[in-house]
DNA sequence: CATTGATCATAC
DNA sequence: GTATGATCAATG
């Protein structure tokens, strides 16, 4: 069997969330006897729990793909009328000690990204929570090119962290990958390298897709 | 109005 | 704090 084809048990999981297909994020609910919020703003993961809920992902906080026995990482993605991405795609934290060893073929990033298994669902503010339509859902491996503008970033991103660069880090560094703040709240600290080298506080960082770049993974 | 930086809930 | 799930909202 090619590396890319489509095991009977991915294949089966694919089909299970195609099932979802227009169905509202209400009925869904419903069927799983779970309240639907008024607002994503106080359960901003609200709906991608309530998506692994229903396709059965083992629940947890583990730093590995939502089915580890499939390669398989799940994603949610809100669209907006014409169907574009309406936010980027949070992937994971992103490493700032201990790092140096991580290469993009062993990193956690690359893990998840490798097979990806997208849920597009409407996101407009205007459209009740409850009422927002589940779409189509498909299986995405990056192409040979995709990855490799994920791993120029990444290695850009990576090697500014390594050298005690990580406050000039912003959010427009990266083409399809960039790094932004990841945490509860401005009060949240951890450790990396600052500039002269020293072990210095600074906020969590985590890696997301850019809306340009699902888009483009939307159209194929 | 798109983007960057900040934030919310929960488990451990 | 780390890590899961992400979206909110201030800013340019």
């Known amino acids: 069997m090619e590396f890319n084809e489509i095991t009977e048990a991915q ?4 089909q299970k969330s195609r099932a979802l297909a227009g169905l509202s994020l209400g009925e869904l609910a419903d069927t799983l006897q779970l ?3 008024s607002s994503l703003k106080r359960e901003k993961g609200w709906v991608g729990m309530l998506i692994e809920t229903a396709l059965g992902a ?3 906080s583990k730093p590995q793909q939502d089915f580890p026995e499939l390669g398989i990482e799940l994603k949610t993605i809100p669209l907006s009328f014409d169907n574009l991405p ?3 795609t949070y992937v994971c934290y992103a490493p700032l000690m201990g790092n140096h060893s991580i290469t993009w073929e062993t990193s956690n990033i690359r893990n998840k990204l490798q097979r990806v298994l997208w849920l597009p669902i409407q996101g407009e503010r205007e459209i009740p929570v409850n009422e927002r339509l589940i779409g189509t859902a498909f299986l995405w491996q990056p192409s040979a090119e995709q990855e490799q503008r994920m791993k120029v970033d990444w290695e850009e991103l990576m090697d500014m962290i390594c050298l005690g660069r990580v406050e000039q880090i912003t959010a427009s ?6 790094l932004r703040p990841k945490a509860a709240n401005g009060k949240a600290l951890t450790s990396a390298i600052g500039e002269d080298g020293a072990v210095i506080k600074t906020r969590p960082r985590g890696f997301y897709l850019r809306k340009s770049f699902t888009a483009e993974i939307l159209c194929v």
């Not at 294949?11 to 694919?14: A, I, P, Q, S, T």
């Not at 560094?173 to 960039?178: F, L, P, R, W």
């Open 35 to 37: 309240n639907v919020p």
């Open 86 to 88: 309406l936010e980027t």
């Open 11 to 14: 294949d089966r999981l694919v």
């Open 173 to 178: 560094i990266g083409e399809v990958i960039q």
């Open 58 to 60: 083992t629940a947890g």
